[in-house]
């Protein structure tokens, strides 16, 4: 997918006044964050699984080696396949490769965000594969020609009109406007698309180390469709997903629900390991995973390691008002809200996405409800450093703060110029406030300057107690 | 220095910036409470901003060239306090953070940071202190301003505090805990989003139906404030310490909107 993250200001401005956008962005936002706050009051120890999961995430990340090679050799001796790729290109042409040489004419596909990462259904369809996404959001998304505008919503961006809309264009009608119509329309088209299907690809939510197995949760039951009716199965994931054990897993599986939808538990979680076995009434010929690096190992070496801990919930976005207010297409590429704002400088490169870790008020709501406690607003401050130290800050921007450093490290000066402009706000004022203010329009214009009373407290001070 | 045994604390008063040029007011009230509360309070003249713009904005050398300047200002005084839950959560946490690898500054940001109190929970967590005889005739709904309720667990004590107030009656806004869209310079780098989370805010505040909205800092109740004046809402605006002092009788900020024309 190609990255538009430098258009960020005016996808914002646009998506603001957007109405469908915002009608779908207040219903989910709400949806998930009362949910999420319902199911973290009913589970008394969810703070400490947090802080559980963060240091066993930190320890997975700090013997990675051992674990991914522990999980290949599981996987191998379940005759599976494990295929490395250091980045997109190289897990495109694995992918490829595979269904090529199965001739695949239909694939179908779970929801996973790291083929959204490597641009995985444009390459499949250049070569002549029909590609069918199962999962409802995505298949919406499909039918629009769009990307998906959150990592577990992908369609959240959607009304339901809008899906009426779709569905009727896609197929033939006639065009229903209920919900359980409209997913029962779905899932007759998409069940014959499974029986069809010579690949059927996945994510990874977790991969055990221990089993070889891999992990999907879906609450439409699509993934276990597509992994057993396929000839082939491959997972695709991060490597960062793996954990030590299924009890490891066990841990993440409690925090990942809640987080995410605000349920106890998906309706599906599916573990699966390796191909088909003999005595196995179904599932497929061949089993592969393959683990993405792109940009992941080089965040492992260095100071954004703890973003690696994300298990992809999506609770950041779900109470970042800034993706409440623009929603995820705003950002640009595949990872919306702040755990994006993170991943998307780091994989696509700083001055790719200047605006990403700026547009940001640092609230701190996306680090509070983060199951395994990213500090997602410090990682977002240290992109800001790393920008102001390769000079992709603005000039402007940069000749700011280095007036504003010489002036305020002069407290004498200081005190000066905020007397002045204290009087001077103070008498260009109107009943109280400026309603319009030529060098600060990005305040005037969207609300009124309050006014100053004329004189600083500091001034006031000395007058009164005559201290020095 | 001699201390007489029945003398209080001695706080250095942090100014704020926006105290010190839009809401002297709000140094007034915090210097009527602490005395209240027994202090002994003075505001040192070499001070001026936290550093917060420059740490925000990645300038971490900026930062740190005034976070010296805060050291040295504060660092002979039993506590420094302030009327603002973001320049103390600066000092309390980004102070040692900034000086992690300079073993001559990082004790002394250390032990800044030890002593630094935002005033509401200063005055609730180490004096104990309730506001005395303050009187306040209205409904207020209370903001609960990012970086005191997240970085430094401000949420009960000004609640508590306010409770204190003859003739007040608090109303709980919902989404009190959703960040207003200040945010420092973004309110002002990114305006349209800014727009859409404040005119999430003020529908919120009017809802309650509350004439007056109090929170922590000013930064946040600027711009409600600026808002709630744009959108012609006749809510008055004011800093918690305004209200807890006594010293929320003249106009809110923003002036008082026009009841009607």
């Keep these: ?468 | 220095m001699t201390e007489s045994p029945t003398r209080g604390p001695r706080v250095g008063l942090f100014a704020t910036c926006l105290m010190n040029v839009f809401r002297p007011n709000v140094g007034f009230s915090a210097v009527k409470l602490l005395e209240d509360a027994g202090c002994t309070v003075e505001v040192p003249a070499n001070q001026t901003c936290c550093g917060q713009p420059g740490y925000n904005s990645g300038d971490y050398d900026a930062a740190r060239a005034l976070a010296r300047q805060v050291i040295e200002a504060f660092e002979n005084y039993d506590y420094i306090v302030g009327p603002s839950g973001s320049c103390m959560a600066t000092i309390r946490h980004d102070y040692p953070v900034l000086f992690q690898d300079d073993p001559v500054w990082l004790p002394r940001a250390q032990a800044l940071s030890e002593k630094s109190w935002e005033l509401l929970s200063f005055l609730a967590d180490v004096l104990h202190a309730a506001p005395s005889d303050s009187r306040y005739e209205g409904t207020v709904t209370y903001h609960d301003s990012c970086s005191g309720l997240r970085g430094l667990g401000i949420k009960g004590q000004p609640r508590a505090l306010l409770g204190e107030v003859d003739g007040l009656k608090l109303k709980e806004m919902e989404d009190s805990e959703v960040c207003c869209g200040f945010g420092g310079t973004f309110c002002v780098k990114y305006p349209e989003i800014s727009e859409k989370m404040v005119e999430d805010k003020v529908r919120n505040v009017l809802a309650t139906g509350a004439d007056t909205l109090v929170g922590g800092d000013l930064g946040c109740l600027m711009n409600i404030a600026g808002r709630l004046k744009r959108v012609n809402a006749p809510v008055k605006v004011f800093h918690t310490a305004e209200v807890l002092a006594g010293l929320a009788d003249g106009p809110g900020l923003a002036g008082a909107a026009k009841e009607s024309e």
Aim: aromatic fraction near 6%; glycine fraction near 8%; proline fraction near 5%.
């Design chain 1, 1 to 468: 997918m190609e990255i538009r993250s430098k258009e960020f200001k005016q996808r914002s401005v646009f998506a603001i006044h957007d109405a469908n956008l915002q009608t779908a962005l207040g219903r989910a936002r709400y949806g998930f964050v009362g949910k999420r706050a319902l199911q973290v009051a009913e589970l008394p120890e969810f703070e400490r699984l947090r802080e559980e999961a963060k240091n066993t995430k930190n320890h997975i990340l700090d013997n990675l080696d051992h674990y991914l090679e522990r999980y290949e050799a599981a996987v191998t001796a379940a005759g599976g396949h494990v295929h490395w790729a250091r980045d997109a290109e190289e897990a495109r042409k694995i992918i490829l490769d595979i269904c090529k040489r199965v001739d695949a004419k239909t694939v179908t596909k779970g929801k996973s965000m790291v083929s959204e990462e490597i641009g995985l259904n444009e390459a499949l369809i250049e070569n002549g594969m029909e590609v069918v996404e199962t999962d409802l959001g995505e298949y919406i998304i499909q039918l629009a020609h769009e990307p998906p505008s959150h990592i577990i919503a992908p369609a959240v961006h959607k009304t339901k009109d809008q899906v009426s809309d779709l569905f009727e264009a896609a197929h033939g009608g006639p065009r229903k406007t209920e919900v359980p119509d409209l997913v029962n329309e779905a899932r007759l088209v998409l069940r014959d698309k499974y029986f069809k299907a010579d690949v059927g690809i996945t994510g990874g939510n977790f991969l055990v180390a221990e089993t070889g197995s891999s992990i999907i949760v879906t609450n439409e039951g699509n993934g276990d469709l597509t992994q057993t009716l396929a000839k082939v199965h491959i997972v695709t994931s991060g490597i960062e997903r793996v954990v030590p054990t299924l009890d490891d897993a066990t841990l993440f599986l409690r925090l990942l629900a809640r987080s995410a939808t605000g349920q106890e538990t998906e309706t599906y979680t599916t573990i699966s390991t390796g191909p088909r076995r003999a005595e196995d009434l179904d599932g497929p010929e061949e089993y592969h995973v393959v683990l993405v690096d792109n940009g992941r190992s080089k965040m492992l070496a260095g100071r954004f390691k703890e973003m690696l801990r994300c298990i992809r919930c999506g609770a950041c976005m779900n109470h970042c008002p800034v993706y409440g207010a623009v929603g995820g297409h705003a950002y640009g590429w595949v990872y919306p809200g702040p755990m994006g704002s993170v991943l998307t400088p780091l994989i696509k490169g700083l001055d790719n996405a200047y605006d990403l870790p700026n547009a940001c008020t640092l609230n701190g709501r996306c680090a509070s409800v983060c199951p395994v406690k990213i500090p997602l607003p410090d990682l977002l401050r240290e992109l800001r450093h790393m920008q102001h130290q390769q000079d992709i800050t603005p000039v402007m921007q940069k000749r700011a703060l280095k007036v504003w450093r010489y002036v305020a490290t002069r407290p004498k000066l200081y005190h000066a110029l905020e007397q002045v402009g204290a009087r001077f706000l103070s008498a260009i004022a109107k009943n109280g406030s400026i309603r319009r203010l030529p060098l600060a329009s990005g305040w005037t214009d969207v609300r009124d300057l309050p006014a100053p009373a004329g004189r600083t407290f500091l001034e006031l001070w000395q007058g009164k107690r005559g201290q020095k």
